[in-house]
Antibody
C-alpha cells in the first residue's frame, strides 16, 4: 500500500534553514505529482507547494514563494522541501501527499 | 485565488442521526475537461487527513457508503447518513480545479452531541 514517511522536522531559530524529506513507497513515485501541505497548531490545512511527476514544474503558495524549494529524486523515491528564511508563522506540521494519500507529518517549530 | 467557504464550522450530531456539511467556492470548479475537482477530507483527532471523496461524489476505497458527496458548479455538500462515533473529527473540502493553486475550506468540526 502507499506509504509516505516524512522526516527532518525540528526546532529551528528564525531566519535559519531546514530540509524536509518524504520517502515514498507502494506506488510508482515517478509517475505522480507530489505536494507539501502544512497545518499550523490548531489551525486548518494550507497547501504549500507542488511538483510535477518529472520535476519540471514547481508551484508555491504566495506565503512561501522565494523562501521554500520543492524538489524530488525519482531514483530514490524521495520528495524534499528546502525551507530557508524560516519565520514563526511557518511553525506547522508538514505533510507530504499525493492526490489521494498523506504521510503522518513532521513538526517544524520556528522559535528563538 | 479561489476561496472555499464551509458551513457550519461546528456540527454537534447525535449518534445515528444524519449530518450535512456545505462547501461553497468563489468561482466555478468545473474544469476545461468537464470534470469538477472537489474533494472532501476527514481528519480524525491526532491523525493525518484522509481523502473520503474525489471529483464531487466518488468515494475512495474503504470509505463507508454512509458518506456521500454531491453538488455542482460552486455549491457542494458532504452528507453522512448515520453518524457513528468514529466519524468524529474535522472535515475539509478542497478544490483542485484551479491548479496549481489548491485551496481548502476552513474545516468543519463534527462532534457527538
Amino acid at each position: 500500500q502507499v506509504q509516505l514517511v516524512e522526516s527532518g522536522g525540528g526546532v529551528v531559530q528564525p531566519e535559519r534553514s531546514l530540509r524536509l524529506s518524504c520517502a515514498a513507497s507502494g506506488f510508482s513515485f515517478s509517475n505522480y505529482a507530489m505536494y507539501w501541505v502544512r497545518q499550523a497548531p490548531g489551525k486548518g490545512l494550507e497547501w504549500v507547494a507542488v511538483i510535477s511527476y518529472d520535476g519540471s514544474n514547481k508551484y508555491y503558495a504566495d506565503s512561501v514563494k522565494g523562501r521554500f524549494t520543492i524538489s524530488r529524486d525519482n531514483s530514490k523515491n524521495t520528495l524534499y522541501l528546502q525551507m530557508n528564511g524560516l519565520r514563526a508563522e511557518d511553525t506547522a506540521v508538514y505533510y507530504c501527499a499525493t492526490e489521494a494519500s498523506w504521510g503522518q507529518g513532521t513538526l517544524v517549530t520556528v522559535s528563538s | 485565488d479561489v476561496v472555499m467557504t464551509q458551513s457550519p464550522l461546528s456540527l454537534p450530531v447525535t449518534l445515528g442521526q444524519p449530518a450535512s456539511i456545505s462547501c461553497k467556492s468563489s468561482q466555478s470548479l468545473v474544469y476545461s475537461d468537464g470534470n469538477t475537482y472537489l474533494n472532501w477530507f476527514q481528519q480524525r483527532p491526532g491523525q493525518s487527513p484522509r481523502r473520503l471523496i474525489y471529483k464531487v461524489s466518488n468515494r475512495d476505497s474503504g470509505v463507508p457508503d454512509r458518506f456521500s458527496g454531491s453538488g455542482s458548479g460552486t455549491d457542494f455538500t458532504l452528507k453522512i447518513s448515520r453518524v457513528e462515533a468514529e466519524d468524529v473529527g474535522v472535515y475539509y473540502c478542497m478544490q483542485g480545479t484551479h491548479w496549481p493553486m489548491y485551496t481548502f475550506g476552513q474545516g468543519t468540526k463534527l462532534e457527538i452531541k
